[in-house]
Each structure stands twice: as C-alpha cells, then as structure tokens.
C-alpha cells in the first residue's frame, strides 16, 4: 500500500479520493470494519450553461427531436432551467435569473455558452459531505439546498475536482 500511497502524489484531489476511498473499502472489508456510508451512484445530468434559453431549447427540441421541459426559474439558485431527457441521463440547460446569478458570470466568461457542471447521485448527502470535507475536498455551501429535481444538493469545489465543478444530488 505504501507504494500505492507514493503513486498518487501527482493526482488531483479528487483522483485521490478515489483511490482513497478504493483502498480504505477494501482494506475495510479485509479487517471487518464497515466501509463507507454512502455510495456514488449514475449520472443524473451535465449542466449547460447558455445564452439564449428559447434558442438552446429549440436546437435540442425541434433540431434534435428531444423531449424538453418547460423553462423553470429557480430563484434560490440565480437561475432558468430547462431538462433534456436522454435515454441514459438528462442536459439541464441553464440560463441566468437576477443581477446574482452565478450562470451570468459564468457567461460573462463564455460568451458562447458551455459546460457548467455534472451532477452525480450519491445515497447519502449529509454522510457524503462529511467524508468528502474530511477528506479535505471543498463545498460552496455549508449545507446542501434543495435542486431542481427537489432533492438535496452540494456542489465541489472545482479546484479539488480536476478543474470540474461537480454537484452532488441525493437520490
């Protein structure tokens, strides 16, 4: 393990956690001590950051022949969103909603538009955090908030997640 341990001094934060949490899991199992409690599930959806929400939902809609939702404001949030059904996961389009919204100055930025996050499901939100802040990875709340789907949320800092801002939803 020790050499394993010296294998993984160039990774990321968050490719360290994996590993991790691979390692303690399993060294875990083999001594009889109970592993983590809480689990990593599927993706629920990758976040897109547009412009033009009447635009972006026609492209997937009427060019693409997706379903789509309706534009929903999420004023806790700082923005509009609107869902993509996929086979296997969902895009979550998002535009800005107030002078604070966090998507406008992600725009600022990109002017045109981009990838704003991923969301993956976790079992377990509040046992998922504590591990994570124990484990040195950063949140961009002190608790989680209700999303989109009306379902706790926790969004990573995306310096600790290999440049990626993910968000953590309970399933």
């Not at 060019?63 to 789509?68: D, E, K, S, Y």
């Not at 996929?86 to 919204?101: D, V």
């Amino acid at each position: 393990m020790a050499s394993a341990v010296l294998k993984v001094a160039g990774l990321s934060a968050c490719s360290r956690l994996t590993l991790l949490r691979t390692l303690s899991t399993t060294a875990a199992l083999r001594q009889g001590i109970p592993g983590s409690l809480w689990k990593l599930g599927r993706l629920n959806h990758i976040a897109i950051a547009v412009p033009d929400m009447e635009k972006a939902t026609a492209l997937y809609r009427d060019v693409l022949g997706a379903t789509v939702s309706e534009k929903v404001p999420l004023p806790e949030h700082g923005v509009y969103t609107v869902f993509v059904e996929l086979g296997n996961t969902k895009l979550e389009l998002l535009h800005p909603l107030g002078e604070k919204s966090p998507i406008a100055g992600f725009l600022q930025k990109n002017k045109s538009g981009g990838m704003h996050h991923i969301c993956i499901e976790v079992d377990n939100i509040n046992s998922a955090i504590a591990d994570l802040k124990a484990k040195n990875i950063r949140t961009l709340s002190a608790e989680p908030r209700i999303g989109a789907h009306g379902k706790p949320v926790m969004f990573l800092h995306p310096k600790d997640c290999d440049g990626v801002l993910v968000e953590l939803e309970e399933a």
